[in-house]
Structure formats: structure tokens, C-alpha cells
């Protein structure tokens, strides 16, 4: 045989990619009857509008290719937040477009034998190029550093403050931990998995003070009490980040987008897949714009049911931030979180924990609907309560 032929795969495959921690997903079981609150998704099913809107476009229609930019949409969310449409793109996720904004914007580490990439994975910031830095709070959403990772940039991580509040970003710029001049900064605004909200005055301070390109990542914000829309339209280095997953009860479908200077935008739209957001989700993203009154009412709802859980769980000992989210960041008394974990597995019910310093000792639960609390809050008292 020849040689060619006995190779082994792996040797095909950049180190950097073989050496790639992959981002870890929260658990899709297909268990009947398990009550699913690990992945933040919305417990009540998309607007009877959306689900006829996507039922009716199933036709011969799904031999054509879907429209490249999304106008129609981008159109509808032009007028929702006040813009142009040149001021937004839309992707396959918010994910996807997260992804982009560190291939637009983050120069790779070079790779010459003098600079290897991996000196700066845990080199001091002043000998990473701020052209290179992936910058982010810890904890916030767990995808950042392996998207930093998959480009060969340096990562950045710095903690926010115990009570996750951001920190006094100008004491650290002076301290050498915060790098201000980073390519890209991600904020999760409210928080993951803390829950906690920031006021837009707060983002404000941080956006002025940086040079490079900062994502204002508004995943949850529909849960809070306040957006920072204004300043993607005011700083021309502010892209915000909002996705239908959550909200708006359509993660199947994978619509996300950025809204920011036009300028930024362009540099996006040169990188994008030529047919990223598939047409399905698409049409269904519309459908959803036409039926906003319907979508808040299931936040009202959502944050009624988070607020009265909070306090049940309270009551029987666990420690819950405040959230501005439809999840909440909660320590459980007596055994260890993982435990806990696995105690309401065994009950049926699917919580989150994350292996991570900072946040080990908690669970964090997604908002589900009144029934499905009420039956957390059983599991809660026949383990310990
Ligand atoms: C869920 C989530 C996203 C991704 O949303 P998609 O639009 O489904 O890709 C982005 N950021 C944060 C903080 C999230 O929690």
C-alpha cells in the first residue's frame, strides 16, 4: 500500500486545533417527561403567527437560496431600534457573528518560531500586542476565549468584582490587567451566568474608555430593565449583540445580530457565509417583529416566575443573586452544587453547573414556566428543605 495511504489523520490537523478546548454546550436529552432548565431556553413556544408564517413557507420554495443579507428583516429591525439597515447584520446566531467580530477585527498571534502562540496564553498582558487581545470578564459567557482561541488571538480574562459588578476598569488599565487598547472587548450585559444587570452609565464609562472595538453581548437584555442600544448608535466602536434565541423562543431557528456603526457592519458583511441565516429563520424572525406585544407579555411572565422562585429557594436556603436574566445564578445549602446537580437529575429535573472558579458552588436555572418551578421547588425540599 502506498505510504500515503497509512498516515495518520492526525498529523493533518493544525497543532492549534488539536491542542482546542471546544466550547461545551449545555445537555439536549431527549428523556420524556425531564423538566429542561440548563440552556435558558424560553418555556413557552413561539407566537401561533411564527409557527404559521414557517408552516406556510414550506413549499417548493426550499429549492432557492434564501436572501443573502436578510433586507426584509434587517429592514424590520432598522425601524424597531431607529436605525438603517447599514447599521445592522444579521446571522446564523448570535454565536455566528461573535465569531466574525473576532476574524474582522483580532490580529492572530504571528507564528513565527521567535512568537509562538502559546508564550502568551499565560504571559504577562504588556508582552501581548493589544492588536491581538481578546478581552472579557469572568465569569461571562464561555464561548469567548474559545473563539479567541480557534483565531490563535491572546486572551484576556479579567474578573469581575465578587459580587459581579464590573470593576474600576481605569485602576486596572493603570494596574496592567485591563488592556484598553484590546482589539476586541466582549461585555455579556446582563451577565451569564450571574444574571446581574449593568446601567447603561456604567457600559458608557467602559466604552469611552476603550480604543479597540467592544461587543456589548445583550443575549438576556429583553429580562433587564435597561438596554445599551444608544451606544452602538453613538460610538462607532460599539457593535451590540441581541439574538431570538432566548426572548423570543426561537434557538432552532439561529437568528442573532449586531447593531453598530455602519463601517463595522460593511467589514462584517465582507466575511459573512454568502447564504449565513437560512430562509426558514429568516421569515420566522419577521413573523416574530409582528407580534412583539404577545413576546412581552411572556417576559412579564418570565420575571414573575423568577422573582417567586428566588424567594421559594431563599426560603430553603439558597443563596440567589439578583437577576436581570430568565436564569438565576443560585448556591445550594448543605451539598456541594454538583451534587445537587445530580440529585435533581435523578428527580428529572436539568440544571446547569459550571466547573469554573468564581461559580462552582452554584447552580444556575433557567426560568421555566410556573408549573415547572413549582415542581423545582418540590424536587428542592425532598433533597434538603
Ligand atoms: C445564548 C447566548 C448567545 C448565543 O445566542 P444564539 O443567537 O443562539 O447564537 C450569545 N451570548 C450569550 C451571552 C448567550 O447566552
Redesign the pocket.
Known amino acids: 500500500m502506498n505510504r500515503m495511504f497509512s498516515r495518520t489523520p492526525g498529523i493533518l490537523i493544525r497543532p492549534l486545533i488539536a491542542a482546542l478546548n471546544p466550547y461545551a454546550p449545555g445537555e439536549q436529552p431527549k428523556i420524556k417527561g425531564l423538566i429542561k432548565l440548563n440552556t435558558?431556553e424560553n418555556p413557552y413556544p413561539p407566537s401561533p403567527k411564527v409557527l404559521a408564517a414557517v408552516k406556510a413557507a414550506v413549499d417548493g420554495r426550499l429549492r432557492l437560496y434564501p436572501h443573502p443579507t436578510a433586507d426584509r428583516l434587517r429592514e424590520r429591525l432598522a425601524r424597531l431600534h431607529r436605525c438603517k439597515p447599514g447599521n445592522i447584520i444579521v446571522g446564523n446566531?448570535?454565536?455566528e457573528l461573535?465569531a466574525m467580530a473576532v476574524r474582522a477585527f483580532v490580529e492572530p498571534v504571528e507564528d513565527s518560531p521567535g512568537t509562538r502562540r502559546n508564550r502568551w496564553r499565560s504571559a504577562r498582558l504588556s508582552r501581548a500586542p493589544s492588536r491581538s487581545v481578546v478581552q472579557y470578564f469572568t465569569p461571562s459567557?464561555s464561548l469567548y476565549p474559545v473563539l479567541a482561541d480557534i483565531h490563535g488571538a491572546a486572551k484576556n480574562a479579567v474578573a469581575l468584582e465578587p459580587d459581579f459588578d464590573l470593576p474600576d476598569v481605569a485602576r486596572l488599565t493603570r494596574a496592567g490587567i485591563w488592556d484598553a487598547r484590546a482589539a476586541l472587548t466582549f461585555v455579556?450585559t446582563p451577565n451569564?451566568p450571574s444574571g446581574r444587570g449593568y446601567a447603561t452609565a456604567e457600559l458608557e464609562r467602559l466604552c469611552r474608555a476603550q480604543k479597540g472595538v467592544v461587543v456589548l453581548?445583550e443575549?438576556y437584555v429583553d429580562f433587564a430593565e435597561e438596554d445599551a442600544m444608544r451606544l452602538a448608535l453613538t460610538f462607532p466602536h460599539v457593535l451590540v449583540?441581541r439574538?431570538f434565541?432566548?426572548a423570543y423562543s426561537l434557538?432552532f431557528q439561529?437568528i442573532?445580530y449586531f447593531v453598530g456603526h455602519p463601517e463595522l457592519i460593511a467589514a462584517l458583511q465582507k466575511i459573512r457565509d454568502s447564504y449565513n441565516v437560512n430562509g426558514l429563520g429568516q421569515i420566522a424572525a419577521e413573523a416574530t417583529l409582528d407580534d412583539l406585544p404577545r413576546y412581552q407579555a411572556n417576559f412579564r411572565r418570565i420575571i414573575a416566575t423568577r422573582e417567586k422562585l428566588s424567594r421559594q429557594l431563599e426560603a430553603c436556603g439558597f443563596r440567589v443573586w439578583p437577576s436581570r436574566t430568565n436564569f438565576i445564578l443560585a448556591r445550594p445549602p448543605r451539598f456541594p452544587a454538583h451534587t445537587w446537580l445530580r440529585r435533581l437529575r435523578d428527580r428529572k429535573i436539568l440544571v446547569r453547573w459550571f466547573d469554573q472558579p468564581g461559580v462552582k458552588e452554584y447552580l444556575r436555572i433557567t426560568i421555566g414556566t410556573p408549573a415547572e418551578a413549582a415542581a423545582l421547588v418540590r424536587a428542592v425540599k425532598s433533597i434538603a428543605c
Do not use: I, P
Open positions: 435558558n446566531g448570535s454565536d461573535l459567557y455579556t451569564a453581548d443575549a449583540a439574538t434565541s432566548k434557538c439561529r442573532g
